[in-house]
């Protein structure tokens, strides 16, 4: 069966932090398969811009909004602000997420309360704020981590927490949005090259040795999986944990 040129022509995205990364890579994707795409940023309008215009000169549209994922009305604003500029909302990819990584018994509370701020209630007031806006078809994907599945270094155990959250929030939403018609799943990456665990970086030091393809994964690799969701082809998955790790946790 041959592939479908621009399935998602007519959709419109909505990527929370896709200036950067992985997030950068799949607004991209998104908008190569056809789609109209939102990103948000919280610290770089410059970079976020260059993402718009990539995604402008490949001969799509994009727009890029300004919004702490650990700032509620940020969030929900960033969602009506994409319904207003292209019509609605067809799929909402949540990938914004920070990692602050010390030993359980150091860890400032200060810095867990922002990871859950960003990595869960944002995630949470993404899904609520989009989910009134979308229809039969709509597509909600969440980008966990590998961690949840193995634990491969310390000093995660916050963040490990946080994906660990969403896990199961992705689980239990199927029950609620199946009916409407919109898809719900977890893309789970593991060590691939960003800003925030380069392929260089000292955490590659400690998972590289378990990679059974030998190499870290790059932002499109994961890209490519979650355009596979965002897709018409993906209607019948939903609730399904997916990772994608070069086999480190098989």
Do not use: C, W
Not at 22 to 48: C, F, P, Q
Not at 119 to 140: C, D, L, S, W, Y
Not at 161 to 186: C, E, H, M, Q, Y
């Amino acid at each position: 069966m041959a592939a479908i040129s621009n399935p998602l022509s007519g959709k419109v995205a909505l990527v929370t932090g896709g200036s950067r990364s992985i997030g950068a890579a799949i607004a991209k994707r998104l908008a190569a398969d056809g789609a109209l795409v939102a990103l948000t940023y919280s610290a770089s309008a410059e970079r976020a811009n260059k993402v718009v215009l990539e995604i402008e000169a490949a001969g799509g549209k994009a727009i890029a909004i300004e919004a702490d994922a650990g700032v509620p009305a940020a969030v929900r604003a960033a969602v009506t602000r994409t319904v207003e500029a292209f019509g609605g909302l067809d799929v909402l990819v949540n990938n914004a997420g920070i990692a602050v990584n010390a030993p359980i018994e150091d860890y400032r509370f200060e810095d867990y309360e922002r990871m859950i701020a960003v990595n869960v209630t944002g995630v949470f007031v993404a899904t609520q704020e989009a989910v009134r806006h979308m229809k039969p078809g709509g597509r909600i994907i969440y980008i966990g981590s590998s961690m949840t599945r193995y634990a491969a270094f310390p000093t995660a155990s916050v963040y490990t927490l946080t994906k660990g959250a969403i896990t199961g929030f992705n689980r239990s939403l199927v029950r609620d949005l199946g009916p409407k018609g919109i898809t719900v799943n977890t893309v789970h990456p593991g060590p691939t090259d960003t800003d925030m665990n380069p392929a260089d970086g000292a955490v590659a030091a400690i998972v590289g040795p378990g990679m059974a393809i030998g190499r870290y994964g790059q932002p499109v690799e994961i890209a490519s999986l979650v355009a596979y969701l965002a897709s018409p082809e993906a209607a019948f998955i939903t609730g399904a944990d997916i990772v994608a790790d070069g086999g480190l946790t098989a």
